[in-house]
């Protein structure tokens, strides 16, 4: 499954922003209404680190601890889309973001076999 990141640009601190990941394909006999799909990012110089994901039907969320209360997250599965909504932006969160897709419910970038390109998000001050 070929996944695709966009959305991203540039908001100011407060600003909010929504991310949006679409898939075209299928792996395995698998669109991505068959996954796991979470959302990472990666600032310069920085590990890549976990910001959310959604299980299969969308019932099921997590977020990292510097993202909860400002962010949701859900997916069609009819238009094999999915979409993060970041609110409250702040200049700290400036990093490319990149939505993936696994088997597991994980917080875990190991566990995603599937990614997509990154979409920057910068935050100004």
């Known amino acids: 499954v070929q996944l695709q990141a966009f959305g991203g640009g540039l908001v100011q601190a407060g600003g909010s922003l929504r991310l949006s990941c679409a898939s075209s394909?299928?792996?395995?006999?698998?669109?991505?209404?068959?996954?796991?799909v979470g959302w990472f990012r990666q600032a310069p110089g920085k590990e890549r680190e976990f910001v959310a994901v959604?299980?299969?039907?969308?019932?099921?969320?997590y977020f990292a601890d510097s993202m909860k209360g400002r962010s949701t997250i859900s997916r069609d599965n009819a238009k094999n889309t999915m979409t993060l909504q970041m609110n409250s932006l702040k200049p700290e969160d400036t990093a490319t973001y990149f939505c993936?897709?696994?088997?597991?419910?994980?917080?875990?970038?190991?566990?995603?076999?599937?990614w997509g390109k990154g979409t920057l998000v910068t935050v100004s001050s």
């Open positions: 993936a897709a696994g088997l597991s419910l994980s917080t875990s970038p190991v566990t995603f076999g599937y």
């Open positions: 394909g299928r792996t395995d006999g698998r669109s991505l209404s068959g996954y796991v």
């Open positions: 959604i299980n299969r039907s969308g019932r099921t969320t």
